[in-house]
C-alpha cells in the first residue's frame, strides 16, 4: 500500500509564499494498493495535481468521500480523468449521507457554479451509498467506517490490506459540545494498533474557545489519541489555513520532543503535499514496515 498527500490543508485553498514546504491545497490523499486500485479520500483542490497522474492509466477510480464540505469536493471538476470518454469512476459515500453528498460532488458542476454540467461529462461517474463495504470489499478493498464528530456529519475510514492497516479521520472534533457521535473511548477502540493515522489536528489551545464546536481536533487531543491508540505513525491533517510553514515546524519539532519516550507512535509526521508513506510486512516477524518520502 502506497499513501500519497496531494492536498493536506482544512477549510480553504491557501496559496502564497508562506505555505509553500506543507502545500496549501486541501484535503486529497491517494491510495494505491498492492492489487492495482486506486482508491482516493476525498476530493479537494489538491485532486488537480493527482488527476495529472491518473489520466496516464484507464483503470477504474474509487473516489471515497469522508463529506460534502466545500474543501473536500472542490477538486473534482478539474480531476482530468472525468472528461476521459467511458472512463469509470466510482464515487463512495456514506449511506446516511449519501444523497447529500452525491448533490455536492456532482451539483456544483451546474452550469453557474462551473462551466460544464455533471451530465455532460463523457465519464461514467456512479455515486454509491448502499453496500460501500461489501462492494469495495469485491475489489479487494476492505474498509471499516466510523461515524465523525462534525458538523453536518461525515465518516471516517480504515482501509487495510495485506495485514496493514491505515486509518483517515479527517474534520473530527474530540470534544464536541454537540451530539457525540464517537466517543474518545471509541476512537482509542477503533484506531488501536492501526499502522498510520492520519487525524485533523487543525486548531491549537489559542483557537480555543472561539472555534469549539466547528467540528476540529486541538494538535494536543491527537497527539494523546495516537498514545492512547498504540498507533504506529501520526499524520497530522487538515491543517488550519493560516498556520503557516514555520509554525508547522514548530509542531513538529514540539511533536519528536512528546513522543519521546513514548511507547507510541513510534513516527509522527506533519502532513505535506507530495509525502508519500509506503507500508509493507515484514516477511519474517510479521513487523510493519513504514518508509516515509
Not at 491527537?222 to 488550519?240: W, Y
Amino acid at each position: 500500500m502506497i499513501i500519497t498527500f496531494y492536498g493536506v490543508r482544512g477549510s480553504t485553498p491557501t496559496p502564497g509564499p508562506s505555505t509553500v514546504k506543507y502545500g496549501g491545497n486541501t484535503s486529497c490523499v491517494h491510495f494505491e494498493m498492492n492489487n492495482g486500485q486506486d482508491v482516493i479520500l476525498d476530493s479537494g483542490t489538491g485532486m488537480r495535481l493527482l488527476g495529472q497522474k491518473l489520466i496516464r492509466k484507464s483503470n477504474p477510480v474509487n473516489i471515497i468521500l469522508s463529506h460534502g464540505h466545500w474543501d473536500h469536493i472542490q477538486g473534482y471538476p478539474f480531476f482530468a480523468p472525468i472528461f476521459q470518454p467511458d472512463r469509470q469512476i466510482d464515487v463512495f459515500t456514506s449511506a446516511q449521507s449519501g444523497h447529500q453528498l452525491l448533490c455536492a460532488l456532482f451539483d456544483q458542476m451546474d452550469g453557474n457554479n462551473f462551466p460544464i454540467k455533471a451530465e455532460e461529462l463523457p465519464s461514467q461517474s456512479t455515486c454509491i451509498f448502499k453496500g460501500v463495504e461489501s462492494i469495495l470489499h469485491e475489489r479487494g478493498i476492505n474498509i471499516i467506517k466510523k461515524p465523525l464528530n462534525h458538523p453536518g456529519g461525515g465518516t471516517a475510514y480504515k482501509i487495510e490490506e495485506d495485514g496493514v492497516v491505515c486509518a483517515y479521520v479527517t474534520d473530527n472534533e474530540l470534544d464536541p459540545p454537540y451530539k457525540v457521535h464517537t466517543t474518545y473511548d471509541e476512537w482509542v477502540d477503533y484506531l488501536q494498533g492501526v499502522d498510520v493515522l492520519i487525524h485533523d489536528a487543525q486548531y491549537t489551545e489559542e483557537d480555543m474557545p472561539h472555534k469549539h464546536g466547528w467540528g476540529h481536533s486541538l494538535i494536543s487531543q491527537v497527539r494523546q489519541l495516537a498514545i492512547d491508540a498504540e498507533v504506529g505513525a501520526l499524520v497530522m491533517f487538515h491543517h488550519d489555513p493560516d498556520r503557516s510553514d514555520g509554525e508547522l515546524d514548530e509542531i513538529q519539532i514540539e511533536n519528536e520532543s512528546h513522543f519521546k519516550g513514548k511507547r507510541a507512535p513510534a513516527k509522527s509526521y506533519c502532513a505535506a503535499e507530495g509525502m508519500q508513506i509506503k507500508l509493507s510486512k515484514q516477511v519474517a516477524g510479521g513487523d510493519t514496515i513504514i518508509e516515509v518520502n
